[in-house]
Nanobody, 122 residues
Framework: QVQLVESGGGLAQAGGSLRLACAAS????????VAWFRQVLGKEREFVATISRGGGNSQYSDSVKGRFTISRDNAKNTVYLQMDALKPEDTAVYYC???????????????WGPGTQVTVSS
């Protein structure tokens, strides 16, 4: 069992940066791939980025590639999402999720955090 809590959300201006953190409690965190998804009210949750158990493999959605960077510190049981060159369309609730495989599909992730709001003003 893994419990996840996101932090670092807030308000940023377009072109600015934020860093989200996903802190995990429970055992065997290093057994899980971790992903970030985001959701705008009234829309489907969408994939943002994912990272493998050891951190050597990562994937990004086309909409954030080159602007966002996912990383993990297994000694701290934490995964980060560095978000640069933010755009108003990045405004959403951001969720981290843990699962058994690197995937962009929500159904591959068993554990989810409650989410953190990111708002980007123009």
């Amino acid at each position: 069992q893994v419990q996840l809590v996101e932090s670092g959300g807030g308000l940023a201006q377009a072109g600015g940066s934020l860093r989200l953190a996903c802190a995990a409690s429970g055992r065997f965190f290093t057994s899980y791939a971790v992903a970030w998804f985001r959701q705008v009210l009234g829309k489907e949750r969408e994939f943002v980025a994912t990272i493998s158990r050891g951190g050597g493999n990562s994937q990004y959605s086309d909409s954030v590639k080159g602007r966002f960077t996912i990383s993990r510190d297994n000694a701290k049981n934490t995964v980060y999402l560095q978000m640069d060159a933010l755009k108003p369309e990045d405004t959403a609730v951001y969720y981290c999720a843990a699962g058994g495989a690197v995937s962009s599909r929500q159904r591959h992730y068993s554990y989810w955090g409650p989410g953190t709001q990111v708002t980007v003003s123009s």
